[in-house]
C-alpha cells in the first residue's frame, strides 16, 4: 500500500524506515540532553531509546572517528580527563568493548 502511495503522488519509493533513520539522525545532532531525546525517541513512537538507538542509530564509522577525536576538546572536568587518556589504550579498549557487545567474546 504504501508503494502504491508514492506512485500515486508521482514520488519514487523510499522505504518508511529511511525516514526513521534520518530523524534519527537528526535528532542525535539537535537533541542536547538525555531527556530530549527520550521525547524524541517516544515521537518516533517507541516507548524505550534503545529501540530508538539500536534499530536506528548506527552512527557511521568516519563520523564516529570525528566524535571521538572531539573528546579531546571538550571543555571542563571532562575535557581534562580525555585529554590524559592514552588514544592507543582507548582504541584497544574499545576494540575490546565491541567484540564484548557483538558476543564474539
Avoid at 500515486?8 to 535528532?27: E, I, K
Avoid at 571538550?74 to 557483538?102: E, H, L, T, Y
Wanted: aromatic share 8%; proline share 5%; net charge positive.
Amino acid at each position: 500500500m504504501t508503494r502504491k502511495a508514492f506512485t500515486a503522488a508521482g514520488l519514487p519509493y523510499f522505504n518508511p524506515h529511511s525516514l526513521r533513520d534520518t530523524l534519527v539522525q537528526l535528532g542525535e545532532q539537535v537533541c542536547t540532553t538525555p531527556e530530549q531525546f527520550k521525547a524524541w525517541s517516544q515521537n518516533l513512537g517507541h516507548e524505550r531509546v534503545m529501540t530508538t538507538l539500536t534499530s536506528y542509530g548506527t552512527v557511521a564509522p568516519h563520523r564516529q572517528a570525528e566524535l571521538i577525536r572531539g573528546l579531546g576538546a571538550a571543555k571542563g572536568a571532562a575535557g581534562r580527563f580525555a585529554s590524559g587518556v592514552d588514544p592507543a589504550f582507548a582504541a584497544q579498549f574499545m576494540a575490546m568493548m565491541q567484540n564484548v557487545v557483538g558476543g564474539q567474546s
